[in-house]
C-alpha cells in the first residue's frame, strides 16, 4: 500500500493562477479530507468527502474547489490563488468509524507559495 | 465553531525527563482523543487514542489521559529520547466526523 500520496510537494504560484493539488489513497477508504497547516494555528479543515460524489465544506472553505468522482482521488482547486493561500496543505484519509477508531492517515504534504 | 486549546505551544526537556501536554476541549459531543505527531517535513502521524468511556491508556512511554467531566485530555511521554522531538497535536472528534485539531505543541528533546 502506498496509503495516501500528495502531487507536488512544493509549488509557486503568482496571485490570480490556479491549480489543482492532487491526492489519491489506495486504503478504500471512504472519508477524505484537505486541510491547510499554518504556523501556530495547527490544522485547519478545508473541505471534506464521506464517500464518492459527496464532498461538504469545512472550517475554511472560501477559496478551494473540490470533487470526489472516485473513492481513490481527492483533488483540490484553487480558482485565483490569493497570497493568504500560502501554506502547507495535507490530504487525509481516515477509517471507517466500524473499524474502532477513526485514524486518520496524512499525505506528505504539499508547500504552496502565492507571491 | 468549537474549538480544541492546547498547551504549552513550545516545550524543552532533558533526554529522559518526562514531558506533558494539555488539552481542552469544548464540544460535549466529543467522543474520541487521537494525538498526532508530525516530524519534520512529514504529514501527522497517529501515535496514541483515547475514547470517552476510558479513562486513561497507555502504549510503552507514552500515555494519554481523559477528563471528561472537566473536558482535559493530557498526553505524557516518559523518559524522552531525542527522536520524540516533533510537534504533537490533539486533536477533539465526535461521531459525525466533525474534528478539531489543538494549534500544537513543539517538544524538543535535548541530549
Known amino acids: 500500500n502506498a496509503g495516501v500520496t500528495q502531487t507536488p510537494k512544493f509549488q509557486v504560484l503568482k496571485t490570480g493562477q490556479s491549480m489543482t493539488l492532487q491526492c489519491a489513497q489506495d486504503?478504500?477508504?471512504?472519508?477524505m479530507s484537505w486541510y491547510r497547516q499554518d504556523p501556530g494555528m495547527g490544522l485547519r479543515l478545508i473541505h471534506y468527502?464521506?464517500?464518492?460524489?459527496?464532498?461538504d465544506q469545512g472550517e475554511v472553505p472560501n477559496g478551494y474547489n473540490v470533487s470526489r468522482s472516485t473513492t481513490e482521488d481527492f483533488p483540490l482547486r484553487l480558482l485565483s490563488a490569493a497570497p493568504s493561500q500560502t501554506s502547507v496543505y495535507f490530504c487525509?484519509?481516515?477509517?471507517?468509524?466500524?473499524?474502532?477508531?477513526?485514524?486518520?492517515?496524512f499525505g506528505p504534504g504539499t508547500r504552496l507559495t502565492v507571491l | 465553531g468549537e474549538n480544541v486549546e492546547q498547551h504549552p505551544s513550545t516545550l524543552s526537556v532533558q533526554e529522559g525527563d518526562s514531558a506533558v501536554i494539555k488539552c481542552t476541549y469544548s464540544?460535549?459531543?466529543?467522543?474520541?482523543f487521537p494525538w498526532y505527531k508530525q516530524e519534520l517535513g512529514k504529514g501527522p502521524q497517529l501515535i496514541i487514542d483515547?475514547?470517552?468511556?476510558?479513562g486513561e491508556k497507555k502504549d510503552q512511554r507514552i500515555a494519554v489521559t481523559l477528563n471528561k467531566t472537566a473536558k482535559h485530555f493530557s498526553l505524557h511521554i516518559t523518559e524522552t529520547q531525542p527522536e520524540d522531538s516533533a510537534v504533537y497535536f490533539c486533536?477533539?472528534?465526535?461521531?459525525?466526523?466533525?474534528?478539531?485539531f489543538g494549534a500544537g505543541t513543539r517538544l524538543t528533546v535535548k541530549p
Open positions: 464540544d460535549s459531543a466529543s467522543n474520541y
Open positions: 468527502s464521506v464517500g464518492a460524489g459527496i464532498t
Open positions: 487525509a484519509s481516515t477509517t471507517p468509524r466500524l473499524a474502532g477508531n477513526n485514524e486518520q492517515f
Open positions: 483515547i475514547r470517552s468511556n476510558v
Open positions: 486533536v477533539s472528534h465526535d461521531d459525525n466526523n466533525d474534528m478539531r
Open positions: 486504503m478504500n477508504h471512504e472519508y
